[in-house]
């Protein structure tokens, strides 16, 4: 006789059969229950609040652009590239509120009022979290457990026990000021979108799991030499910026960056200088001054400055820009593609009815995702950048030939026309040497085209590669590490980074052996030609975009100078009459400058030519605030680069040179900077 047996049973006896065949599925299915098992009272893990924070959402990218704006020290590795607990990310809060309230008791003025809102907001949000940060003081105060009963209590406790930012502060921003022009919401800033982030949460890093495979040019400072020997400097002017965003990536995020990284040129021409506007028909004017050396007294400090013509909305020719998007795989994290599309819609709220913008793709295979469109559709515009995806390998020799061919079929005669590719720089596929690439940029730019590079992303970014191809192309370099730097360089600076009033810029100076012994150009090493290059119109150089200012330093030991920097020793030239010179012809002259350039439209260079005098630097001569600023950033970037040409360089220097030279620093950039080098003095001490 046999007897049913029940479902249930029969449930059982399958699962005890499972665990014997297959004990290791047993085991993992027992510890997932134990895990996952939520008793009957509680809500699905479903609807529990997510744990971590990801860098694409509106409060880590508030948090992250005033870490930033204000030097905030971050406790927390990797912030801004990588998702956080809700924990640290409250760590980072305090201590951008504690560096917040550190300000605004030395100034005011230094937190904007849109900032401090902004820091309020986040306090309330994460209240709960605040309140678990145990200061040393909340431990001498209490040493008992914090009990909220709900979470305005512990908003209350947490109010009690720190110290909160002023409500207002008193700060007058009169309207339609560039002050209150650079006032970024960032709470209403477009949400990052990134494909595949929704409802995920990324796995917590592992140390040693990800390779480093930035790559950098190597440079080799620029040495002394006798003007006996060797008394001409040629050189074309740079006016890229990118070195200094990507230093100050470094620094953020709490390490020194790699010496190479550092092009000090780059570190003076991200910051704008109070030179006069040219006169005339000339696009720049051209300023020098001389000072001592701060880093070493004994030698002088020569400044070569350039200001270029600023130009008037209305004013600006129209412009033919494609851009040139990689959506390779290497281009999925969220301070990459994500950043690149809101990057470029602050450039599309800039565009006008004449302008014309197309949309080019590239990845495993190039493609054209929006042709010529007027800058007036400006929502058709948005759309087909809302809808770039990553993914797949990286062809970008094909991507910058069709984003070429797009260009020259909407080529403006008497216009801009201009391709801007916005890229980590990884090619790997495809017209990828770097010589192929180079001719290919060249050739199009002889036909009026010209390129803009925009890099951006961290642990595979291709610097070298970037700063070649913007030289190449006529254009220049920035790299964008926040929307705040997608602000300033599409927006603040959009006609210097944009429209070029003198291209293949060139600069020649020649020393005079009776008043210089030796002399060396700080920075620009990739930037050096042959002195014959200077009158070869064929040789390509720099160009200045409308508004931009350029600023070369020499550092020069005067003749009968006993220097400790030790010169190149050559022989005695048997042919040559030595200590020969043309004292009287030059008088009192330190050094001639040379400058070449050309019109945009034009083939032929003009020439502007320009002496220093010797003023045997006077006691009672104060240098200029753009003197003293452009020898700080120079004087820090020969620290962050232990140049052996440093001398007695330090960042106590810079710090000197840098407050007396911060001038009126309406854009608060040079501000920015100081709180860099405190950071970096930081790192120093720490180590």
């Known amino acids: 006789m046999s007897y049913p047996i029940p479902s249930k049973m029969w449930q059982r006896v399958n699962i005890v059969i499972l665990f014997l065949l297959i004990p290791s599925v047993g085991i993992a299915v027992l510890r997932q229950s134990a895990t996952v098992a939520i008793p009957a009272n509680q809500t699905p893990a479903s609807s529990t609040p997510k744990t971590s924070i990801l860098p694409n959402h509106p409060d880590y990218q508030a948090l992250q652009a ?24 409250a760590t980072v809060l305090n201590a951008c509120v504690n560096r917040s309230n550190e300000l605004i008791a030395t100034d005011p003025k230094i ?40 979470r305005e209590r512990t908003q209350a406790e947490f109010t009690r026990k720190t110290q909160p930012l002023p409500t207002a502060l008193p700060l007058s921003i009169p309207s339609g000021s560039s002050m209150q022009d650079q006032v970024v919401n960032r709470a209403n800033m477009p949400k990052l979108q990134t494909r595949g982030s929704i409802g995920r949460v990324a796995p917590e890093p592992q140390i040693g799991s990800r390779f480093n495979t930035e790559n950098y040019n190597r440079i080799e400072d620029n040495p002394f030499h006798r003007v006996s020997n060797d008394p001409l400097s040629t050189f074309s002017i740079d006016v890229d910026t990118a070195s200094y965003s990507n230093v100050r990536r470094f620094i953020t995020q709490g390490e020194l960056p790699p010496k190479d990284a550092v092009r000090i040129e780059e570190l003076i021409n991200y910051f704008t200088y109070n030179y006069p506007q040219p006169k005339g028909e000339r696009p720049f004017s051209v300023t020098t001054e001389v000072a001592a050396a701060p880093w070493n007294p004994q030698h002088k400090l020569v400044q070569v400055g350039l200001q270029g013509k600023r130009l008037e909305s209305e004013t600006l020719p129209p412009s033919n820009l494609v851009f040139l998007i990689d959506v ?36 495993g295979n190039a493609g054209l995702v929006l042709p010529a469109t007027p800058g007036n559709q400006k929502s058709t515009i948005l759309a087909a950048i809302d809808r770039l995806e990553a993914g797949g390998s990286t062809a970008g020799g094909q991507g910058i030939e069709l984003a070429y061919k797009i260009a020259k079929q909407s080529f403006l005669k008497s216009g801009n026309n201009r391709v801007i590719l916005a890229t980590d720089g990884d090619f790997n596929v495809g017209v990828s040497s770097d010589g192929d690439l180079t001719r290919l940029i060249e050739q199009k730019r002889d036909q009026g085209i010209f390129l803009t590079v925009l890099g951006f992303g961290t642990g595979n970014y291709k610097d070298g590669k970037m700063e070649q191809l913007a030289d190449k192309g006529n254009g220049n370099y920035a790299y964008i590490d926040t929307l705040l730097e997608a602000k300033k360089v599409l927006v603040n600076d959009l006609r210097g980074t944009l429209f070029t009033i003198a291209k293949d810029v060139k600069i020649q100076v020649e020393f005079n052996p009776a008043k210089v012994q030796a002399y060396r150009l700080i920075g620009y090493e990739n930037r050096l030609l042959q002195n014959q290059d200077f009158n070869d119109d064929k040789k390509d150089a720099g160009d200045i975009g409308a508004g931009h200012s350029v600023t070369a330093l020499y550092e020069i030991i005067p003749t009968g100078t006993k220097s400790d920097v030790k010169l190149p020793e ?58 003293r600023f452009a020898a700080a950033v120079a004087t820090f970037g020969m620290v962050l680069r232990d140049s052996e040409y440093k001398g007695d360089a330090s960042y106590d220097l810079v710090m000197k040179l840098a407050s007396q030279g911060k001038g009126e620093d309406q854009e608060g950039y040079r501000g920015e900077f100081i709180r860099l080098v405190e950071q970096s003095r930081g790192l120093i001490t720490r180590k």
Not at 114 to 138: C, G, H, N, V, Y
Not at 329 to 353: F, I, T
């Open 111 to 150: 937190v904007t009022p849109a900032d401090i809102k902004i820091l309020q907001r986040l306090q309330s949000e994460f209240a709960p979290e605040l309140a678990t940060l145990k200061s040393p003081i909340d431990e001498l105060e209490a040493r008992r457990p914090i009990t909220p009963t709900t």
């Open 570 to 627: 050559i022989d005695p030239l048997r042919y040559q009459r030595s200590g020969e010179t043309v004292s009287d012809a030059a008088g009192n002259e330190l050094m001639q400058v040379k400058l070449r350039y050309k019109l945009p439209q034009d083939s032929t260079s003009q020439l502007i030519t320009q002496t220093i005098q010797d003023d045997d630097l006077r006691t009672d001569q104060i240098p200029s605030t753009n003197l």
């Open 66 to 89: 005033l870490v930033q704006q204000y030097s905030c020290v971050v406790p927390v590795q990797n912030f801004g590239t990588l998702p956080v607990t809700r924990t640290e990310f």
């Open 328 to 363: 390779s795989g290497s281009m999925d994290d969220p301070n990459k593609l994500p950043l690149v599309q809101q990057s470029l819609k602050l450039l599309v709220n800039k565009l006008r009815p004449e302008d014309r913008v197309s949309l080019v793709v590239y990845a």
